[in-house]
């Protein structure tokens, strides 16, 4: 069965620092591939995906991710954090062929402090 | 600006309680997934909608949980008696259902407590 993992429940930054946020897909076949943002008490926004083509994913508020297949991961990754990128941050794998069913990682509680 | 809208956004009730949530996916969109939230299972997916039939509900309790879709702007989701183990965040997400990973959008969710 396919699974998503991400590594580390909270992950703490400085704020200009680097994020990277860890997410490994258990699969046979490479699913697609997304980052979801949830901020407090709302729903969940898209951030990014992965389906098919270029690698090197680019998404909103200057997230970008990878996909490597020989890895089978999938992190997410900001160059200079910010205040309001403080949030929980969601990986989630759909199989390819099928009709979209996100498998969703625990999650990961980014904290961004001064 | 399209989104997905949920209503009610909280909601207590008392154990043995009717529960309906509702949601309007966006105008155009042919999918519609339930998912429900939770610290201990963390995300998880309840009920998929195409075309206004249910394709995919094993995911949902069955002997208390109901999903329907009366017309292509409604989905509901019912519970039926309510118990405390309900109580969680259910959000609601509509996509345009090509299949190749298109988009899912969220609603911005229902707060369910059940006392």
Same mark, same amino acid.
């Given at each position: !069965?396919?699974?998503? =993992?991400?590594? @580390?429940?909270?992950?703490?930054?400085?704020?200009? !620092?680097?994020? /990277?946020?860890?997410?490994? +897909?258990?699969?046979?076949?490479?699913? +697609?591939?997304?980052?979801?943002?949830?901020?407090? $008490?709302?729903? /969940?926004?898209?951030?990014?995906? +992965?389906?098919? @083509?270029?690698?090197?994913?680019?998404?909103?508020? @200057?997230?970008?991710?990878?996909?490597?297949?020989?890895? =089978?991961?999938?992190? /997410?990754?900001?160059?200079?954090?910010?205040?309001?990128?403080? !949030?929980?941050?969601?990986? *989630? *794998?759909?199989?390819?062929?099928? +009709? $979209?069913?996100?498998?969703?990682?625990?999650?990961?509680?980014?904290?961004?402090?001064? | 600006?399209? &989104?997905?809208?949920?209503?009610?956004?909280?909601?207590?009730?008392?154990?043995?309680?009717?529960?309906?949530?509702? #949601?309007?996916?966006?105008?155009?969109?042919?999918?519609?997934?339930?998912?429900?939230?939770?610290?201990?299972?963390? %995300?998880? %997916?309840?009920?998929?909608?195409?075309?206004?039939?249910? %394709?995919?509900?094993?995911?949902?309790?069955?002997? &208390?949980?109901?999903?329907?879709?009366?017309?292509?702007?409604?989905?509901? %989701?019912?519970?039926?008696?309510?118990?405390? &183990?309900?109580?969680?965040?259910?959000? #609601?997400?509509?996509?345009?259902?090509?299949?190749?990973?298109?988009?899912?959008?969220?609603?911005?969710?229902?707060?369910?407590?059940?006392?």
């Amino acid at each position: !069965a396919q699974s998503v =993992t991400q590594l @580390g429940s909270h992950v703490s930054v400085s704020e200009g !620092a680097l994020v /990277l946020l860890r997410c490994n +897909y258990s699969s046979s076949v490479p699913p +697609y591939l997304f980052w979801y943002v949830q901020y407090p $008490n709302q729903g /969940l926004q898209l951030l990014l995906k +992965y389906t098919t @083509g270029a690698t090197l994913v680019k998404g909103i508020n @200057g997230f970008e991710a990878e996909f490597k297949k020989s890895e =089978t991961s999938f992190h /997410l990754t900001k160059p200079s954090a910010h205040m309001s990128d403080a !949030a929980e941050y969601f990986c *989630a *794998a759909a199989r390819s062929g099928g +009709y $979209n069913k996100l498998i969703f990682g625990a999650g990961t509680r980014l904290a961004v402090h001064p | 600006d399209a &989104r997905v809208t949920q209503t009610p956004r909280h909601k207590v009730t008392e154990m043995g309680q009717e529960v309906t949530m509702r #949601c309007q996916p966006i105008l155009g969109h042919n999918t519609v997934f339930w998912y429900r939230q939770t610290m201990m299972q963390g %995300l998880e %997916l309840l009920a998929y909608f195409r075309n206004r039939a249910p %394709l995919d509900d094993s995911g949902m309790p069955k002997d &208390r949980f109901s999903a329907e879709m009366p017309d292509a702007t409604l989905a509901t %989701l019912k519970i039926q008696p309510s118990e405390p &183990r309900d109580s969680a965040v259910y959000f #609601c997400a509509s996509g345009a259902g090509t299949g190749n990973g298109d988009t899912q959008y969220f609603g911005p969710g229902t707060r369910l407590t059940v006392l």
